[in-house]
């Protein structure tokens, strides 16, 4: 009621930048807060490995030790082939001693291949750790910082608002007297006037 | 004027809201990320034993490879030493890579202990000043200012009243009465006073 143009254009801008205000908001919160989260849940307790890199290495340690198994498990066999096809004669065993033979270098390899894995793991596990601290703290700090840009929004939104009761109630009171001195001198007046400043003071934010 | 009133208590209200959302998120993640470092701080480091195991492993290894054959005395010696000196280094190299590595961590530590300390006592410098700009934005009390502003109308309108000449006034009559009979100077208040009267 009694808006200009203007104003209903700028009120309709409010609104729809509220919108849009509240609607990003939720589109981007619920990500910071998801890997947030996931970080701090990944990193575990102080001086634990992150259960990320634990989950990786264990699924590589079993898939390495299953390919030493399986060439440990050919070896036998694989000896007794070479050995048949090469057509000259052995002494009886001959087969079986290469064999070991092949499955003890396998052994040595199986354990190097392990050492290797854990030395891997460590220095994963601290680069994890060193990652996901540098991004949990750079990222809260980062929202702690956004927290206060819409805290200064809220202050700049709160000046704005230049509601006062009182002042509506005394405006309403002479605006209300006025009108009843020209309806009914006295009384009109004084009823007027009461009107008037209730009116006034629920329009002022009372 | 109650339109945009309204629409800016309603976008403080917001405002507020989703700075409260936020900061407990930041909060709580900038929270557990100092925590996580104080721990290590007091003792809880990662613990690195299996690598360092595991390169001396190598080390042992290596040097019993470096050792050799022969069958002779002399090359068993020669062998041997070998396989000593190979096994002195190995293990030196590796003490000395775990002592520069524990010191790499506790600088780390104490960098990211101090840097995002700091951060933290600056964002909590920037609440203060956003406290600071909240109160600057309020009236000092709006009900009384708006009361006393009509209590200043209404005695400046009585102190008017009061002024006017021949308004019954007690105060008025009693002066017009004093320069009543008086002539001062050209141009002084009386004068005038009196020069108005003819």
Do not use: C
Not at chain 1, 68 to 81: H, N, R, Y
Not at chain 2, 37 to 48: S, V
Request: proline share 3%; aromatic share 4%.
């Amino acid at each position: 009621v009694g808006q200009t143009e203007g104003q209903a254009t700028a009120s309709g801008l409010s609104a729809q930048t509220a919108s849009q205000q509240e609607e990003l908001f939720r589109l981007g919160q619920p990500s910071l807060k998801m890997a947030l989260e996931d970080m701090i849940k990944d990193m575990g307790a102080p001086g634990s490995e992150p259960q990320s890199v634990k989950t990786a290495f264990e699924a590589l340690g079993k898939s390495q030790n299953a390919a030493f198994d399986q060439s440990e498990k050919a070896a036998p066999l694989q000896a007794e082939q070479a050995y048949k096809q090469g057509g000259m004669r052995a002494d009886p065993g001959a087969a079986s001693s290469a064999s070991d033979q092949i499955i003890a270098g396998l052994e040595d390899q199986r354990r190097a291949t392990s050492r290797q894995r854990q030395v891997a793991e460590t220095d994963a596990s601290m680069q994890t750790r060193d990652f996901e601290l540098s991004r949990i703290l750079g990222l809260s700090e980062g929202a702690v910082s956004s927290a206060f840009g819409f805290s200064a929004n809220a202050i700049r939104d709160a000046s704005m608002d230049q509601r006062n009761p009182m002042g509506g109630a005394l405006s309403g009171l002479a605006t209300g007297a006025a009108i009843g001195t020209e309806v009914y001198p006295g009384v009109g007046t004084v009823v007027g006037g009461v009107i008037g400043g209730v009116g006034g003071y629920f329009a002022g934010g009372g | 004027m109650g339109g945009r009133d309204a629409e800016a208590e309603r976008a403080a209200q917001i405002n507020q809201g989703l700075s409260r959302e936020q900061f407990q998120l930041g909060y709580q993640g900038a929270k557990a990320g100092l925590d996580y470092e104080r721990g290590e701080y007091a003792g809880q480091t990662m613990d690195q034993t299996g690598k360092w195991e595991a390169k001396m492993t190598d080390v042992l290894e290596g040097a019993a490879l470096t050792r050799g054959g022969g069958s002779d005395i002399r090359s068993q010696i020669t062998g041997l030493e070998k396989a000593d000196s190979a096994m002195a280094l190995g293990r030196s190299g590796v003490e000395q890579e775990k002592m520069a590595s524990g010191l790499d961590e506790i600088n780390r530590i104490r960098s990211v202990l101090s840097g995002h300390g700091l951060q933290a006592t600056n964002l909590a410098s920037q609440s203060g000043a956003l406290q600071s700009q909240a109160i600057s934005e309020m009236a000092p009390n709006p009900t009384m200012s708006t009361i006393l502003a009509a209590a200043a109308g209404g005695s400046a309108i009585y102190g008017a009243y009061q002024q006017k000449p021949g308004s019954g006034s007690g105060v008025a009559q009693e002066r017009t009465a004093t320069y009543a009979g008086q002539t001062g100077p050209a141009g002084s208040d009386s004068a005038t006073l009196n020069l108005g009267r003819l």
